[in-house]
């Protein structure tokens, strides 16, 4: 008789002594997914996966997106795709460009930023798509 167990394969998250995050898969489809990698900036704590960023114009560092903020953090640009924790110094990290998300777990984006990725949402669906 056939099963339909499979092993799972763990996908990484983090832990410290103070700090942890489960890890959390943020795509809904990998259909018209891309992402890049980038490096994200130091001393922004730890970013989950689904964090809306934005890059700094000098500096081309990914940071937080931030509405009113400036230097281009007003202007957002991706979601990050996995966590990471820049308390340490400078990470590096991919960003989604493109693709279908899971709306629950994209963070930091307000009307601006959904017309910046020239997004849309669907609560129904539970969907984040650019």
């Keep these: 008789m056939a099963t339909d167990s499979f092993e799972k394969i763990p996908s ?6 103070t700090h942890s995050y489960a890890p ?9 997914l891309r992402q890049k990698g980038v490096t994200l900036a130091a001393n922004q704590g730890i970013l989950p996966a689904g964090t809306v960023l934005a890059q700094h114009s ?6 937080v ?3 009113a903020g400036s230097n281009g953090l007003d202007t957002a640009v991706g979601v990050l795709r996995r966590a990471a924790d820049t308390r340490t110094g400078e990470q590096q990290g ?9 709306l629950s777990l994209v963070s ?3 009307a601006s930023a959904i017309t910046d990725l020239n997004a849309r949402t669907s609560a129904a ?3 984040f798509v650019f």
């Design 125 to 127: 669906m539970g969907t």
């Design 65 to 67: 997106y931030n509405n």
């Design 94 to 102: 991919n960003i989604v460009i493109s693709g279908a998300l899971k």
């Design 12 to 17: 990484p998250g983090y832990s410290s002594p």
């Design 24 to 32: 959390t898969e943020i795509l809904y489809s990998a259909v018209g």
């Design 58 to 63: 000098t500096t081309k560092r990914y940071h």
């Design 108 to 110: 930091g984006a307000d």
